[in-house]
């Protein structure tokens, strides 16, 4: 079965360091997705970045880089300088299966990693 | 655009209560889905509509019935609730054409079932 582990409850970070969140996941899928999500404590879900199998670079946007290592299973999220604005819960999630007319794009979460930027 | 929104953002109920949560997008998105957010375990899919008029069980179901009423909109109803299903509710939508398939969710609905 599919699954999605976070196995870092909690974190903390000093402000302008950079902070790697953990995230492994396991699939029989070749092909798949792997999102990180934040959530701040105003509750909302906000995207931060994609990663696809397939893609041979890892994603960047902006402070935000995704550390994918294919044959371990992982997709880390590395945070650079951290902001205070940074601290929420982090998600990673995986989409199931190929892009495509076909694929209903479920997700799949992590338990979530909680961030704190100290000043 | 005001993306996904969900009515209403607080509700208390008695055990045995029904009601609907409502969602709905404007981004002509055609997959729709519902999840549920409890301390420690992350988000849990409920259903999930693909695209309009189809429906689909998600990881947690029992307990809960879905409406895809038209493309724009997709309530889940509590027939009877429970304690157990006090939670934080998600709706969320994706258009399944896009490039990167992220999900846009709305802000949430906070169900305390006593």
């Known amino acids: 079965a599919q699954k999605i582990t976070q196995t870092q409850p909690g974190m903390f970070v000093q402000e302008k360091e950079a902070v790697t969140l953990d995230c492994t996941y396991d699939t029989s899928d070749q092909s798949y997705g792997l999102f990180w999500y934040k959530q701040p404590s105003s509750g909302e879900m906000i995207f931060l970045i994609y990663q696809g199998s397939y893609d041979e670079q890892n994603a960047t946007e902006g402070r935000y880089s995704l550390n994918f290592q294919k044959a371990r299973k992982s997709a880390n999220l590395v945070i650079s300088a951290s902001q205070l604005g940074d601290s929420a819960m982090y998600f990673c999630?995986?989409?199931?299966?190929?892009?495509?007319?076909?694929?209903?794009?479920?997700?799949?979460f992590g338990q979530g990693t909680t961030l704190q930027v100290k000043p | 655009n005001a993306g996904v929104t969900q009515t209403p953002k607080f509700q208390v109920l008695k055990t045995g209560q029904s009601m609907t949560l409502q969602c709905a997008q404007d981004m002509n998105h055609n997959s729709m889905y519902w999840y549920r957010q409890d301390p420690g375990m992350g988000l849990r899919l409920i259903y999930y509509s693909a695209s309009e008029g189809t429906t689909d069980k998600g990881e947690v179901p029992n307990g809960y019935n879905v409406s895809r009423l038209n493309k724009r909109e997709f309530s889940l109803r509590l027939e009877s609730a429970a304690p157990s299903q006090t939670s934080v509710y998600f709706c969320?939508?994706?258009?399944?054409?896009?490039?990167?398939?992220?999900?846009?969710f709305g802000p949430g609905t906070r169900l305390t079932v006593t």
């Open positions: 999630a995986m989409r199931e299966g190929r892009r495509g007319s076909s694929n209903t794009g479920k997700l799949i």
């Open positions: 969320a939508s994706s258009h399944r054409w896009e490039v990167d398939y992220e999900q846009y």
